[in-house]
């Protein structure tokens, strides 16, 4: 039985390796990843643009960060994350921003903090909103928070 869970996987790993965009009703091919990815994050963001964050390439751990645009069909680099990430969850929050928490760092390095991507900006931040993740068995779902940034303004998911 392990076998055929192993098979299946990688089966399904070599589907998604390929993108696909889906329309309404319909299915289109788009290039590839600019990096190979497993175990990373895909969030559609609110002007329907699509956040791939993370993941592993197999022997090592992306912190890496990818757009993909519908309206052109391509994908371009974005910021990087403070953490190298895979089996992370991302968040689409009321405000557009993505909150991305959990994961790995390496085979046994759960992360406890949480960074923060922002669309307008391309950039990721890190936050003082952590996480006791049981690595990739966590489950985020939007908490209520408020931290202060260094001006003192308040911010809240």
Known sequence: MP????????????AVSDAHAQGP???????????????????TLADARVLVAGGTGGTFVHRSAEIYDPATGDFTDTGE???FRFGH???????????VTGGLKHQDRFIAEAEIYDPSTGEFAMTAFSVVSQGLSHV????????????????SL
Do not use: C, Y
Request: positive net charge; without cysteine.
């Open 3 to 14: 076998i055929l869970l192993t098979v299946a996987i990688v089966r399904l790993m070599r």
């Open 25 to 43: 009703g319909e299915f289109k091919r788009t290039p590839s990843l600019l990096s190979t990815r497993s175990f990373h994050t895909a969030t």
């Open 81 to 83: 994350m403070a953490q």
């Open 89 to 99: 969850t991302a968040t689409l929050m009321n405000d557009g921003r993505v909150l």
């Open 140 to 155: 985020n779902t939007a908490a209520k928070w408020q931290s202060s940034d260094r001006r003192g303004t308040k911010q």
